[in-house]
C-alpha cells in the first residue's frame, strides 16, 4: 500500500492490490465518510490495482473543501489519468465503484469523463436529491457527527461491527463543518443538473451498473431509471438491503462488484426494480 499526498489540488489516495498487468478499481466513499469504509472491499479484491481516494472535505483531503459533485468527479478523473494501468491503446482506465455520494460523484465521471472509465458500479447514490424528512434528518445527524458518544450510540443500532463505529469516530471528529454542510445542501437538491453528458455516445459506451438496497428511500430507487440507458446497463435492487448496506455487509457488496468487474453483468441474486419503482433492465 503507497500513500498518496496530494500535490495542490490532487486527492489524497492510497493504493493497494496489484499493479502488474491488473485492472485499475476506483473506490469512492459515502457522504461524512472516506476511504476507511472501503477496508473490506480492499481485502476482498486483492487481485486488482485499488485507488482509494478521500474525496474534498474529508479524510487526507479535508483541506480542499468540498466544492461540488462536479469538481469532486473532475479530481477523480485527474486521479485515475496519473495512476491508474493502461487499456490495450495505452490509455490510463479504470473501473469506478461508488457509495452514495460517491455514487453521485461517480454518476458524474461517467458523464464528464468517460475516457477514463471502463466501467461504472453507481450504488444508493441521492441522483435526484432528497425528500424533506430525509433532508432534515440528515442535516441533524451532520451537526451530530462530531459528538463520539452519538456515534457510538447510533452504530450498533446501525448493525455497524465495532471497528467501523470507532472509525466513524475518528472521521466526525476530523470533519471540515463548512464542507458538510456544502455537501449536504448540494445532495439534498440532487445532481440532475450536472448529468447533462450521461446520455451522450461516449457516455453510452461506458457500461454502468445503478444498484440499491431493496429498503431504500423511494427516491434513491427510482432515480436508478436514470442509469438505464443501453442494454449493457443493468439496474438493480439487492433484496433485504438498506442503505448502510456496504458496511453492514461488505461481503454481498464485494460479490456484487466483482460479479459486475469481471463478467460485466449484474450478479445473479440481484433483483430486478420493479415498474412501480423504477425501469427495470
Avoid: C
Avoid at 62 to 88: C, Q
Avoid at 128 to 140: E, F
Avoid at 272 to 281: C, D, E, I, L, T
Amino acid at each position: 500500500m503507497s500513500d498518496g499526498a496530494p500535490r495542490p489540488g490532487g486527492l489524497h489516495h492510497e493504493q493497494d492490490g496489484a499493479t502488474a498487468g491488473a485492472e485499475t478499481v476506483v473506490l469512492l466513499h459515502g457522504g461524512n465518510l472516506s476511504g476507511w469504509m472501503w477496508a473490506p472491499q480492499r481485502e476482498a479484491l486483492a487481485d486488482r490495482h485499488l485507488l482509494v481516494p478521500d474525496l474534498p472535505g474529508y479524510g487526507g483531503s479535508r483541506d480542499l473543501g468540498w466544492v461540488s459533485t462536479t469538481d469532486a468527479a473532475d479530481r477523480v478523473a485527474e486521479l485515475i489519468r496519473a495512476h491508474a494501468g493502461v487499456d490495450e491503446q495505452g490509455r490510463p482506465r479504470a473501473h469506478v465503484v461508488g457509495y452514495s455520494l460517491g455514487a453521485s460523484v461517480a454518476a458524474v465521471l461517467v458523464a464528464r469523463h468517460p475516457e477514463v472509465l471502463r466501467s461504472a458500479v453507481i450504488a444508493s447514490a441521492p441522483l435526484d436529491g432528497m425528500g424533506p424528512l430525509m433532508t432534515a434528518v440528515a442535516r441533524t445527524q451532520v451537526k451530530l457527527l462530531r459528538v463520539a458518544a452519538f456515534q457510538r450510540m447510533l452504530g450498533p443500532r446501525r448493525g455497524l461491527p465495532r471497528e467501523a463505529v470507532e472509525q466513524l469516530v475518528a472521521a466526525g471528529v476530523g470533519l471540515d463543518p463548512a464542507s458538510s454542510r456544502r455537501m449536504m445542501a448540494e445532495t439534498a437538491r440532487g445532481v440532475a443538473d450536472q448529468l447533462e453528458g450521461l446520455d451522450e455516445p461516449a457516455s453510452q459506451a461506458v457500461p454502468v451498473l445503478g444498484v440499491a438496497g431493496a429498503g431504500e428511500a423511494r427516491r434513491v430507487v427510482t432515480a436508478l431509471q436514470r442509469l438505464q440507458r443501453t442494454p449493457q446497463d443493468a439496474v438493480r435492487l439487492a433484496p433485504s438491503m438498506h442503505h448502510l448496506w456496504t458496511v453492514q455487509h461488505p461481503d454481498v457488496f464485494t460479490a456484487v462488484v466483482r460479479h459486475w468487474v469481471e463478467h460485466g453483468a449484474a450478479h445473479p441474486d440481484l433483483e430486478a426494480v420493479p415498474s412501480s419503482r423504477g425501469r427495470a433492465s
